[in-house]
C-alpha cells in the first residue's frame, strides 16, 4: 500500500474518530451552551455555507410546523407576550413557556414590539434575580432556565445590537454570580451585524424521526 494510502487512511480513522468526540461532547452540554457553540460556529462559516445550512434547516424544521402553528402564533402576538409577568416566582411552566417563545419569535418582518416585549422582561426578571439571590438560595433548575433565556437572547435577531449587548452584560453578571454552565463550556457571546425530544415543558412533542 502506497504512503499517501496510509496516510489517508490513518487520517480518515483520526476524523471519525474526532466527530464522534465531538458528537459526544455536544450532546453533553446544556441548551445555553449548545446554541452559543452552535451560533459562534456559524460565525466562522463562508455566506455560501450558511445559505446551504439555512436551506437544510429549513427542510428540517418543516417537520414540526404544524406542531408548533399555534405556539409560533402566540410567540409574534406582543398581546400574549405581554400577559407573562414575574417569570422569576410564577413557576417552571412560565419560564418554559418565555422560552419556547423566543426560540419561535421572527426576527423579519421587523419584531420591534415582541422584542421589546421580551426585553422588558429579561431586563426585569434580571433585577428581581440579583435581589432575590441575595436573601434566599437560588434551585438550580432556575439558574439554567436564565442561563438559557439569557444565551437564546444574546444571539436572536429580533432584538436590536444594544438589547443583545445588554443581555450580555447580564449574562456576565449572571455568571459572576451563579458560576459557569455545568458543562464549562465557556460562552464565546460573539456579537455581529438534535434529536427528536419534547420541547421544554409545554406539552409539545415533535414526531418521530
Not at 483520526?14 to 468526540?21: G, L, N, S, T, W
Not at 445555553?32 to 437544510?56: H, K, M, V, Y
Not at 416585549?117 to 428581581?128: A, C, K, T, W
Request: hydrophobic share 40%.
Amino acid at each position: 500500500m502506497a504512503v499517501y494510502d496510509v496516510d489517508y487512511s490513518q487520517n480518515r480513522l483520526a476524523m471519525v474518530k474526532y466527530k464522534q468526540e465531538v458528537y459526544d461532547w455536544f450532546l453533553d452540554l446544556d441548551s445555553a451552551s449548545r446554541i452559543d457553540f452552535i451560533c459562534s460556529i456559524f460565525q466562522q462559516c463562508s455566506p455560501w455555507e450558511l445559505r446551504l445550512f439555512g436551506t437544510c434547516l429549513e427542510q428540517l424544521a418543516r417537520k414540526d410546523y404544524h406542531v408548533l402553528k399555534d405556539f409560533e402564533a402566540k410567540a409574534n402576538d406582543h398581546k400574549e407576550l405581554e400577559e407573562m409577568t414575574n417569570i422569576l416566582h410564577q413557576g417552571q411552566n412560565i419560564r418554559s413557556r418565555l422560552i419556547v417563545c423566543m426560540c419561535l419569535m421572527r426576527s423579519r418582518p421587523p419584531n420591534a414590539l415582541c422584542a421589546k416585549v421580551l426585553y422588558d422582561l429579561l431586563s426585569e426578571m434580571d433585577q428581581h434575580l440579583r435581589i432575590l439571590s441575595a436573601s434566599v438560595p437560588i434551585d438550580e433548575k432556575l439558574v439554567a432556565d436564565v442561563r438559557l433565556l439569557l444565551s437564546i437572547a444574546i444571539h436572536h435577531p429580533a432584538f436590536t445590537f444594544s438589547q443583545r449587548q445588554d443581555f450580555i452584560n447580564q449574562m456576565e453578571a449572571f455568571t459572576h454570580m451563579f458560576g459557569a454552565p455545568p458543562s464549562d463550556n465557556t460562552p464565546s457571546y460573539v456579537m455581529k451585524d438534535a434529536q427528536c425530544q419534547t420541547y421544554p415543558s409545554c406539552g409539545v412533542s415533535r414526531p418521530s424521526c
